[in-house]
């Protein structure tokens, strides 16, 4: 890969030692995918946020960056739990003491600590057309897909060395022509709630390959909470980073593979997946927030739980970005949530908390991302519904 | 005998090799605190990866695998150099944090356990010594 001079006197390490390894693995990437050379970027978006993820050996890791700043604006991954609430969510101390290092960690180096999976809904926004190095795959996708900024779906390590030295290499989907739809779908079915947009994006990503980049048509929606769902799921099961859509201005692709998306593939897909009948004797948490609630998803659930009391044996939490939740306090939301027994927590990722040390096993959700993870990540029987039953499962 | 490969992560390193016939997930499939091989499924399972140069097809899983990379290099258990078939950016990163050289897409891939090899990472170059 060619590097200017600046670049090369910083993989020298003239500009200490934090701008060094970063510009290092920057290096060893463009090799890696035969970049060019860097380009500028607007914005980052670091994973490698949650203890648990990182572990002690990522905390060292940090901490040796020291002498490191950020260029761009840059956020951060949800935590394993809510930086001021983690008590009340049962967090060990122990945890909780080094996920605030953590956090410490990423704010000495200049990275905001606005822990979230949108940050799109949270002062991160990218307009159209520029060049971003985000990790967090549900945020790739909408980045990509509805707010055509360009980034590939980035590690921890790469996102964190892109805000470092501000630049990442030019390769995947930062090149338009690895931007074009080679397979379209038809949507031959009225979609109505959110739930039934994960399971498009499932299917989607259980479907295809992937290196394959879809064009949907025929979506009847503009609604950001939507896409949010489409890419979270589609992301979760494969490594497929980009949309296109005929409501999102994209062209249709002239020559392609056709699929076609109808009510019975919907139900096909949901009866594939293990555990969505719900014994509501056993369910002990109903999650929802993945990725985090917008505003209006916030609000929707607060009208959904009028007239109703959060039962004592199921705990119903609901996770938002900090950057929302301010809003949705001040919009009295958060309290009518939380006057009939619900908790709205910030910062976190429910399937990167130590849910099952603290004792739970059966969790509800609305997204088939947190079915996915909490399976997978945080051992815990998960169920899959949608949001209403959920709602209906966690209160009476 | 020298072979020719893709310079990933530069440095120079020698050593006896240690090859795995199958992919590495390094978290969940290395040992951090031991640099032993605990992947079920790897027939080299048992075998430490510590001050050898590790052959391997490629990285699989976790990207949590650099940091463990990371880790084994700072407790002094991380191979001394790594030559892959084709590597993937969880090993490359992992390599860089790590402060180890990486090598892949070797001309020839005729190594065997046991092999003394010289690793010269900037050039590009692996040198079966024995």
């Known amino acids: ?396 | 005998m020298r072979i020719k490969c893709r310079r990933l992560v530069g440095g120079y390193a020698e050593g006896y090799s240690l090859v795995s016939p199958e992919p590495i997930s390094f978290f969940g499939g290395v040992d951090p605190s031991t640099g032993l091989v605990i992947d079920r499924l790897n027939p080299i399972r048992g075998e430490s990866i510590s001050g050898r140069i590790l052959v391997f097809p490629g990285g699989k899983g976790s990207t949590v695998g650099s940091y463990i990379l990371y880790r084994l290099a700072k407790h002094g258990l991380a191979p001394k150099a790594m030559i892959c078939l084709e590597a993937d950016p969880v090993v490359a990163v992992g390599a860089v944090l790590a402060g180890i050289p990486l090598l892949d897409k070797p001309e020839y891939y005729i190594f065997k356990t046991g092999m003394y090899l010289r690793v010269y990472g900037d050039e590009g170059l692996v040198e079966i010594v024995s």
């Open chain 1, 1 to 396: 890969m060619y590097l200017s001079s600046y670049e090369e006197r910083i993989l020298k390490g003239e500009y200490g030692y934090a701008k060094q390894k970063a510009m290092e693995i920057l290096v060893a990437l463009g090799d890696l995918y035969g970049a060019e050379k860097l380009i500028p970027i607007s914005s980052a978006q670091i994973a490698g946020v949650s203890y648990t993820s990182i572990g002690d050996e990522g905390l060292e890791w940090l901490e040796s960056l020291m002498d490191g700043q950020v260029e761009v604006l840059s956020t951060l991954n949800p935590a394993g739990m809510d930086l001021d609430r983690w008590r009340d969510m049962g967090i060990p101390i122990d945890y909780a003491s080094k996920q605030i290092r953590i956090i410490e960690a990423y704010s000495r180096l200049g990275a905001l600590p606005v822990c979230t999976c949108t940050p799109y809904l949270s002062g991160n926004l990218p307009t159209y057309g520029c060049h971003i190095a985000w990790a967090e795959s549900s945020a790739v996708v909408f980045a990509n897909s509805v707010l055509k900024a360009k980034t590939n779906r980035e590690g921890g390590p790469s996102a964190l060395a892109a805000a470092i030295v501000g630049r990442t290499p030019l390769y995947g989907l930062h090149l338009d022509e690895n931007r074009i739809s080679n397979v379209s779908i038809r949507i031959e079915i009225d979609l109505t709630d959110t739930w039934e947009y994960s399971v498009l994006g499932f299917w989607i990503g259980r479907t295809l390959k992937m290196d394959d980049v879809p064009f949907i048509e025929g979506l009847k929606t503009y609604d950001t909470d939507r896409f949010k769902a489409i890419g979270a799921s589609m992301a979760s099961i494969s490594s497929m980073s980009i949309f296109n859509a005929d409501v999102l201005g994209d062209s249709r692709p002239e020559s392609c593979e056709k699929l076609s998306f109808d009510r019975s593939i919907l139900m096909d897909t949901i009866e594939t997946l293990p555990d969505t009948s719900m014994d509501k004797g056993c369910v002990d948490i109903v999650c929802l927030g993945c990725p985090h609630l917008s505003l209006w998803e916030l609000k929707v659930i607060a009208n959904l739980l009028r007239g109703r009391r959060v039962r004592k044996d199921v705990n119903l939490w609901l996770f938002t970005s900090r950057a929302v939740y301010s809003v949705a306090e001040k919009c009295g939301i958060v309290s009518e949530i939380e006057s009939v027994g619900g908790k709205v927590y910030r910062d976190a990722c429910p399937a990167l908390a130590p849910l099952s040390s603290i004792g739970y096993k059966v969790m509800v959700t609305d997204s088939l991302k947190m079915w996915f993870y909490g399976r997978h990540l945080a051992g815990l029987e998960t169920i899959f519904s949608p949001t209403i039953d959920c709602i209906y499962v966690a209160s009476r």
